[in-house]
C-alpha cells in the first residue's frame, strides 16, 4: 500500500478474504459463481486512510461493508433448489438422485 499511495497507480487485486476486500480495496467487485461469471455487484469503499484492521474492528461502516460483501457471497450467490423441486425431479428421473444444489 506504502508503493501505491507513492506512485498513485492503480493497483487491482483478486482475494477470497473478505476482511482483506474491504481494508485494502476503495471498490470491491464482487463476481457470480460459475464458468460464466459476470460482474454481479460493486461496491465502493468510504474509509480513511491509513487503515488500521484493529481499530476498524469495532468501526459501524467497515462493519457494514463487510456484512455487503457476505451478504453478496451467502444470500444473493446461493442457488439452492426447492427440496420440493428435487423430489419431483427424482420421482420423473426413474429413480436417479437429483442434486439439492445447482451450481
Do not use: G
Given at each position: 500500500m506504502r508503493i501505491q499511495s507513492e506512485l498513485h497507480n492503480t493497483v487491482m487485486m483478486i482475494t477470497h478474504d473478505v476482511d482483506e476486500a474491504v481494508l485494502l480495496s476503495d471498490r470491491i467487485v464482487m463476481m457470480t459463481n460459475g464458468p460464466s461469471a459476470t460482474i454481479g455487484q460493486v461496491l465502493d469503499i468510504d474509509l480513511p486512510r491509513p487503515?488500521?484492521?484493529?481499530?476498524?474492528?469495532?468501526?459501524?461502516?467497515?462493519?457494514?461493508?463487510?456484512?455487503?460483501?457476505?451478504?453478496?457471497?451467502?444470500?444473493?450467490?446461493?442457488?439452492?433448489?426447492?427440496?420440493?423441486?428435487?423430489r419431483a425431479r427424482t420421482a420423473a428421473g426413474a429413480g436417479k438422485p437429483a442434486a439439492a444444489l445447482r451450481a
Open positions: 487503515r488500521d484492521r484493529l481499530a476498524l474492528a469495532d468501526d459501524a461502516r467497515y462493519n457494514h461493508y463487510r456484512h455487503e460483501v457476505l451478504s453478496f457471497l451467502y444470500e444473493k450467490q446461493r442457488k439452492v433448489e426447492p427440496i420440493s423441486s428435487a
